[in-house]
C-alpha cells in the first residue's frame, strides 16, 4: 500500500491551462510538502503545510497553490502554466520513525507545459 | 543562493569500490543532514541521516562523516554495487525530517557502479 500517492503521474497540458495535481499519504502525519525538480534534477521546497499553516517558499510564483481539504491530502493547483513550469512535482509528508522525523516522497507527478 | 553545495555531479565507481559524495552547507541554522536515493522515475527515499552532535553515523555500507566546524558531511558508499547506481542528494533542514521549511538539497550526484 503506497504510503504517499500522487495522482496523475503524467500530465501534459499547453499552455495558459489550469491544471491540479492530487496528493495522499495514509501514514497519519500532520505535515506535507511540495517539491519541484527540474530538468537537470534539481530538487526545491515550493510549500509546507502543517496544521492549516502554510509556509511558502518566496520564489514560487502565486500561480501555484495548495489547497488542503484534510489531513491526508495536499493538492497542488496551477494556474495559467507556462512552459517554465515544467517539472516533475513531488508530495511529501513527514513523520516519526523511531526518535527521528523522515520526510516519505511520492513518486512524482512529470508535468510538461507545450 | 545555493545554500547546499554537492559534489561531484556525476561519478563512476568500479563494483566493490568506495564511492564517496561531498556536501557543504552555510546556514549554521541547520541541524539535520539527511542523504537521500532518488532511482529513476521514482521518488527520493531516505538513506541516511546525520545530527551535527555526531561525527560519523554507519547503517550498513553507507556511512555519513560530519564535519561541524568546516561545515561539511560526506557520504561513504563501501563494497559499492551495480544496484547502488543511482541520484544521491544531500541535504539539510531546521529541525528533524526538514521541519517547517522542508529540505533544503544539493544539486544531486548520478552515481554509476559499473559491474
Not at chain 1, 509546507?48 to 489547497?67: C, D, G, H, Q
Not at chain 1, 526518535?99 to 516522497?105: K, P
Not at chain 2, 545530527?51 to 562523516?65: A, L, Q, Y
Request: glycine fraction near 8%; aromatic fraction near 10%.
Amino acid at each position: 500500500d503506497t504510503a504517499v500517492s500522487q495522482t496523475p503521474k503524467y500530465l501534459v497540458t499547453q499552455m495558459g491551462n489550469d491544471k491540479s495535481i492530487k496528493c495522499e499519504q495514509n501514514l497519519g502525519h500532520d505535515t506535507m510538502y511540495w517539491y519541484k525538480q527540474d530538468s537537470k534534477k534539481f530538487l526545491k521546497i515550493m510549500f509546507s503545510y502543517n496544521n492549516k499553516e502554510l509556509i511558502i517558499n518566496e520564489t514560487v510564483p502565486n500561480r501555484f497553490s495548495p489547497k488542503s481539504p484534510d489531513k491526508a491530502h495536499l493538492n497542488l493547483h496551477i494556474n495559467s502554466l507556462e512552459l517554465g513550469d515544467s517539472a516533475v512535482y513531488f508530495c511529501a509528508s513527514r513523520g516519526t520513525s523511531g526518535m527521528e522525523n523522515i520526510q516519505y516522497f511520492g513518486a512524482g507527478t512529470r508535468l510538461s507545459v507545450l | 543562493q545555493q545554500q547546499v553545495k554537492q559534489s561531484p555531479q556525476s561519478l563512476i565507481v568500479q563494483k566493490g569500490g568506495i564511492s564517496i559524495i561531498n556536501c557543504a552547507y552555510e546556514n549554521t541554522a541547520f541541524d539535520y543532514f539527511p542523504w537521500y536515493q532518488q532511482f529513476p522515475g521514482k521518488g527520493p527515499a531516505l538513506l541516511i541521516a546525520i545530527r551535527p552532535d555526531v561525527s560519523e553515523k554507519k547503517e550498513g555500507r553507507f556511512t555519513i562523516s560530519f564535519n561541524k566546524s568546516a561545515k561539511q558531511f560526506s557520504l561513504h558508499i563501501m563494497d559499492s554495487q551495480p544496484g547502488d547506481s543511482a541520484t544521491y542528494f544531500c541535504a539539510a533542514s531546521k529541525g528533524s525530517g526538514g521541519g517547517a521549511d522542508g529540505l533544503t538539497f544539493g544539486k544531486g550526484t548520478h552515481l554509476i557502479i559499473q559491474p
